[in-house]
């Protein structure tokens, strides 16, 4: 059977074949454990022209949000964009019930505006010695919602 399976999707349907993997895990959790609501959470800001200017993407599941991806336009850092949307996706999530939010990040700057916004670290993912990129870690942050 597996000499018949194919194992890669074009570029084109990664983001398809994504959604619909997780759709199907979830299913799948579902019979096995009690869940809270699991939903998409998108939220943007975009520019009188239409571009996008900001943009947080996440996900919830067993009572926590998960902050997959905030992006701020350089020109808008520092300008309070970020906060809100952050604030945004937190009230969101609480109004389903969320009792938590967590993230990731390897970019020392947004470690430090997670954690003016509450959040601290729970994990530390490293580099060893002689590994590529030499130095890099990701944290990985939690808050009470």
């Known amino acids: 059977m597996t000499s ?4 890669t999707e074009p570029v084109s349907a990664h983001a398809e074949v994504t959604a619909e993997i997780e759709r199907n895990l979830l299913a799948s959790l579902s019979g096995l454990n009690s869940q809270a609501t699991n939903s998409t959470l998108v939220l943007s800001r975009r520019d009188p022209n239409g571009n996008l200017v ?8 067993y009572g926590w949000l998960l902050v997959k991806l905030l992006w701020v336009h350089r020109g808008l850092r520092g300008t309070g964009v970020g906060t809100v949307l952050m604030g ?12 938590g939010a967590w993230l990731d990040t390897s970019n020392q700057a947004a470690r430090d505006f997670y954690r ?17 990129p030499e130095g ?5 942050m939690k808050k009470s919602l």
């Not at 003016?116 to 590529?132: K, V």
Request: hydrophobic residues 30%.
């Open 88 to 99: 945004e996706a937190e009230e969101r999530a609480k109004a389903i019930g969320c009792h």
């Open 4 to 7: 018949t399976m194919t194992f």
């Open 54 to 61: 900001a943009g947080l993407s996440g996900s919830t599941s």
């Open 136 to 140: 890099h870690c990701r944290w990985f």
């Open 116 to 132: 003016r916004l509450g959040y601290s670290d729970f994990g530390l993912l490293s580099n060893s010695p002689g590994n590529d």
